[in-house]
């Protein structure tokens, strides 16, 4: 079933609703036009979701990992798995839900997503073609199929921020999501936490298995999604985050996101 909704005036049931009404289908497909500022709170659900924005700016974040979604990458989120969604640009954002009696083998954890132009195509045709007490024909059966083997794709963490638990790295990371251009470094920090730089670097690595300075770029690169939403030029939005060569800055985005930073703002000008 495909609803549509609005998430400021629609009276139509919530998606957990819908599950516990319609147990035995496959999947739902629920789309809401959320605008900028919208805060889904702390939520789960019983069946597997893939949230995806064909337009517009989704910040996404658990328990232990900070994710952005923009136009061209969706989020799978196991069932059951607690999340909140912060809406950063305005976004029509379709939701759909896989019922997990009737898929095998998906990811265990949260994993972003490429959205190849084939893969927007799959997820609209099946949005247009799973309706409200319909049964599935043998067709949209096997788009989804097609679709649940994209989800098994190896996974994009680009737009993925794992955030470590120790209470060691707690200022560290407090401070760097306020002020993430911050030129601090693990040494200056170890004063403040307590622990030596290498028991500082250390810990970064076990507890999120990158290193501290890919983790600050990665925080980096993703405050710069929100920034360049905002129209703010390109070379400020670089000196705001940290770098002091804006072509380094272009450079890291491009390897991130396969797109420069103005292609990503002329992008958002034409929605």
């Known amino acids: 079933m495909t609803l549509n909704t609005d998430n400021q005036t629609s009276p139509l049931p919530s998606s957990n609703t819908l599950i516990a009404t319609f147990p035995k289908q496959p999947v739902l497909i629920k789309t809401v036009n959320m605008t900028k500022g919208y805060h889904d709170k702390p939520h789960q659900h019983e069946w597997h979701q893939v949230i995806y924005p064909s337009r517009g700016l989704l910040k996404s974040r658990t328990e232990s ?4 979604v923009p136009h061209h990458r969706a989020l799978f989120i196991p069932a059951r798995t607690i999340h909140e969604s912060y809406v950063m640009k305005d976004a029509s954002f379709i939701g759909i839900y896989l019922n997990p009696a009737f898929c095998k083998a998906l990811p265990n954890s949260c994993q972003p997503i490429e959205v190849s132009p084939f893969l927007r195509e799959l997820i609209l045709k099946l949005t247009q073609n799973v309706h409200i007490g319909q049964p599935l024909s043998d067709r949209v059966l096997n788009l989804l199929t097609v679709f649940e083997d994209e989800l ?38 170890s004063s403040q936490t307590g622990a030596t730089e290498r028991t500082l670097s250390r810990l970064f690595n076990k507890e999120v ?34 770098y002091q060569s804006v072509s380094a800055f272009i450079e890291a985005f491009r390897m991130a996101f396969k797109q420069t930073p103005q292609q990503f703002k002329q992008h958002y000008r034409n929605q």
């Open 65 to 68: 990992h900070h994710f952005y």
């Open 209 to 242: 298995q990158l290193t501290f300075p890919q983790w600050r770029q990665r925080l980096r690169l993703m405050t710069a999604l929100t920034l360049l939403e905002q129209d703010e030029a390109v070379q400020d939005v670089a000196h705001h985050i940290g």
């Open 152 to 189: 098994r794709a190896e996974k994009d963490s680009s737009l993925e921020l794992p955030m470590p638990a120790d209470r060691r790295l707690q200022p560290i990371v407090h401070e760097l999501l306020s002020c993430p251009g911050s030129p601090k470094t693990l040494a200056e920090w």
